[in-house]
């Protein structure tokens, strides 16, 4: 099949959507799909073999509408069988190709871009859509929820991970004497973006809730005494950048945990897997994570986790079969739960590395992605 595929970035975009567009487009092209791909924020040229179109030399004002126009032209151009935006911002173009040549589409829908204020041109293009994909059960609930969208066109395809790159290996020694780690400190990391604008109530409005709140870090940080009471001490990790890191460093200050919580700040690619193994547990007790990655890497990496009930999470862990679900709005929940996992009280499963990445590979590995799409793809023409 000649496809298009339609996303905020390739090579130059990040977080969870950069992943799933990234894993997407490797998984159809060594499907045997015709690809071309076309990255808002990507520079022309090539990523892993394909090449791509990108308006990333535009300024940041520029690229949305020189974006929109050339995927446009290209769907007339070209004529693709079938085109896959992996964000809802191009929703809108993506029915305005179908309107004008027939062609057909497929939505991806990540959960924090779902909500009740979505415009009525997002919405329609979600009605429009000949097939949504969403990461999660909890992200196709969400756009269910919005109402006129057909449930039999919304089809869960989780997201997978890279397993060469996160991989079980020995702690380093490199990264705890940065973050200064004392060998009787247990240390406890949550990887997130602090940026509040990662979450869009209205079009473009800022969020009412801080990211802090959003990935549970506040929470954490305020759960964080009790577990020290119980556990002896340890160490929180805070590794990722934003806006809202002013936010969290007051409520450090608030609760005098200064010698107790490290910012890490931006943790490149090629640092990741070692902070994932630094850590006894990883932690996100999010409230509107539309899956979370990080849990598949950090478990990859035979770390135990914990994550909230109330989003995609709980597709993550599997409904909890691969790490403790809590509920992430109490404070008090959090701290139970990193006391049991830091006393190692929970199923075997989770404690033990190589069971714990291989049941996580078993169960959202490359493998079954491509099984996924080969079986989902054909679906998406009808």
């Given amino acids: 099949m000649r496809l298009q595929i339609w996303a905020p970035g390739f090579s130059r975009f990040g977080g969870g959507i950069g992943t799933f567009s990234r894993d997407l487009a490797t998984g159809l092209r060594d499907l045997g799909h015709e690809l071309r791909l076309f990255g808002k924020a990507d520079l022309p040229g090539e990523w892993d073999g394909m090449p791509v179109w990108g308006a990333g030399k535009y300024s940041r004002g520029l690229r949305s509408p020189i974006f929109a126009g050339a995927v446009l032209a290209a769907s007339a151009r070209h004529r693709p069988d079938h085109v896959i935006s992996t964000h ?16 057909s589409f497929t939505l991806v829908a990540h959960g924090i871009d779902v909500h009740d204020a979505l415009s009525p041109v997002r919405h329609a293009a979600l009605r429009s859509a000949d097939r949504v994909i969403a990461v999660s059960a909890w992200t196709r609930a969400r756009v269910l929820g919005l109402g006129g969208i057909d449930p039999c066109r919304v089809v869960v395809l989780p997201n997978t991970l890279d397993e060469t790159r996160f991989t079980i290996g020995c702690r380093s020694g490199e990264l705890a004497k940065r ?31 801080r990211a802090g709140g959003y990935k549970g870090c506040d929470r954490m940080l ?49 640092e990741l897997a070692d902070h994932y193994r630094l850590a006894d547990v990883f932690a996100m007790p999010s409230t509107g994570e539309g899956f979370g990655i990080v849990f598949l890497e950090a478990m990859a990496c035979g770390t135990p986790v914990l994550g909230g009930n109330r989003d995609g999470s709980v597709d993550a862990l599997d409904g909890g079969r691969l790490g403790r679900l809590v509920d992430p709005t109490k404070v008090d929940a959090i701290a139970e739960g990193l006391i049991a996992l830091l006393g190692r009280d929970g199923p075997p499963l989770w404690f033990h590395r190589d069971a714990l990445r291989a049941a996580v590979i078993d169960r959202f590995g490359r493998a079954v992605f491509l099984a996924s799409l080969g079986a989902l793809w054909p679906l998406t023409l009808h």
């Fill in 222 to 270: 305020r759960a964080l005494p009790a577990v020290q009471a119980a556990c002896g001490p340890v160490r929180y990790l805070i590794a990722g950048h934003g806006s809202d890191r002013g936010y969290l460093e007051s409520i450090v200050r608030e609760l005098g945990l200064h010698d107790s919580v490290t910012f890490a700040g931006f943790v490149p690619d090629t």
């Fill in 88 to 103: 809802l911002n191009f929703g809108a173009v993506a029915r305005l190709a179908k309107r004008g040549t027939g062609t």
């Fill in 179 to 209: 973050y200064a780690i004392r060998p009787e400190e247990k240390v406890v990391l949550t990887v997130a973006r602090l940026s509040s604008s990662d979450r869009h109530p209205g079009d473009g409005g800022p969020s009412t809730e």
